[in-house]
C-alpha cells in the first residue's frame, strides 16, 4: 500500500511534491496503489517511485520524469504520456492501451507482457526495451526506434511501424500480421520463426542482411548485403511456398478371424501430411528418413514475349529494305547537336522534378502527421513540431541523404512549391544548414 504522508504530498500539487524530492533525495516514495486516474500530474518528478499497481487511467502525465520508476501492473489506459522519461523502468504487465506516448522514451525499459494495443507511440525512443510477449497489436509505432528492442513472441499485427528503426531488433516468434513495415530499418534484426503473412506491408525496407536464428547466428545472406528490394521480393516469394512433410509410420494391421493362421501378418505403412505455412526465407533443409520435407513452389504464371511469326523457308536476310525503311535524310549537323543538348536539358528537368516532388511528398506527409498528434497553435510548440521531424529525418540515413539532396539540388524556395504545410518554412531552412 501506499505510504499515506507521500500520498498527501502529491495531493498538495506538483510544486510541492517536486520540491520536497529535491529537498529528499535519498528517499524512495511509495505510491503503490494509489488512485491517481485523471489527475494532473503534468513534469512530476516520480523517478524510482513505487508505483506499482497504482491506477493512472486518463492521468496527465506529460513531460513527467518516470525513469527508473516502477509501474509494474499499473493501470495507464488513455494516459498522456508524451515527453516522459521512462529510461529503465519497470512496466511489466502494465496496461498502456491507448495511451499517449508520442516522444516519450523507454530506453533500457522492461516493458515484459504490457498491453500497448492502439497506443500512440510516434517517435518514442524503445531502443533496448524489452518488448516480449507485449501487446502491440495496431499501436503506431511509426519513426520509432526499436534498436535493439526485445520483441519476441510480442503481437504487432497491424501495427504501424513506418520509418521505424528495427536495426538488431529480436523478433523471434512475432507476430506482424498486416503490420507496415513501408520504409523501416530492418538490418541485423532476427527474424526466426516470425509470423507474416500476405498482408505484411515491406515496400521499401531497408535490410543489408537478417539472422534467422536469436545470438546473431544464421545469418542471411552469408555474406555481403541483399540489393536494393531482394529483402522484400525474397519474403514475397516465400509467402507462395508451400512446405509439406510427409512423415510414414509403420502401423500393425489388427488380427482378424481370416488371419488366425501361421501366416506372418504385415505391416502396413500409415502416412502423415502436414503442410505448414513458412515464416523463414527459403533457406536448404535437411530431410531425414523418418520425415523427409517435400517443398513445393507455387509460381505465378510465365508470360513469354510474342515474337513476329516469319514464312516458313523464307529468308529475311536477302530481302531489300522497302523505300521507306531506306529513305534517310541527313539533317544540319549543327543543329542536330543543339537540338540533342536541348532536349538534355528538358530531360535532366523532366528527371530532377519528379524526384523532388517525391522527397517533398515525404516531407509533407512527414508533418501532417506530426501536427495530427503534436500541437502547433505557440511559435514554441511549432518549433518542438519540428524538432521532432528533424529528429524523425535523421534517425533514417537513407531518408536524410534524399532530403537534403533536394535541398541543396532544388533550393529552398523551389521545394516548398511542392509542399502544402506551413511548418516547411522553418524545416527547410534547418535543413539547409547540416553539412
Sequence with gaps: MANEEHGALLKQGVETWNQWREENPQLVPDLSQSELSRANLNEANFSGVNLQNADLRMANLTDANLQGADLSGADLRGANLRGVNLNQANLTGTDLNGAYLTLVNFIDANLTAVNLSEANLRIANLSGANLSEANLRIANLSGANLSEANLRMANLSEANLRMANLSEANLEKTQVLSANFNKAILTGTCLQEWQIDSTTNLDEVICDYIYLQTGQQKRYPNQGTFTPGEFTELWRQHLNTVQVKVSPEVTQ????PVQQTNAVVASVPEVKVEIQQPHQPPVNYTATASAPEIKVDIQPPVY?????RVSEGADNSSQPPSPSDS????????????????????????????KWSEVAA????????????????????????????????????????????AVQSAGITRLQEYIEHPLSKILLPAIAEWN
Design 362 to 405: 515525404e516531407i509533407q506527409q512527414l508533418l501532417h502527421e506530426l501536427t495530427q498528434t503534436c500541437p502547433t497553435r505557440t511559435p514554441l510548440e511549432k518549433v518542438i513540431a519540428v524538432a521532432a521531424a528533424i529528429k524523425q529525418i535523421e534517425s533514417n540515413p537513407p531518408l536524410k541523404v534524399k532530403v537534403v539532396e
Design 327 to 354: 529513305t534517310i535524310i541527313q539533317p544540319n549537323l549543327q543543329q542536330a547537336v543543339s537540338e540533342v543538348h536541348r532536349l538534355l536539358e528538358q530531360l535532366d528537368q523532366d528527371l530532377s522534378e519528379p
Design 253 to 256: 494391421v489388427q488380427d482378424s
Design 304 to 308: 513469354h514475349s510474342v515474337m513476329p
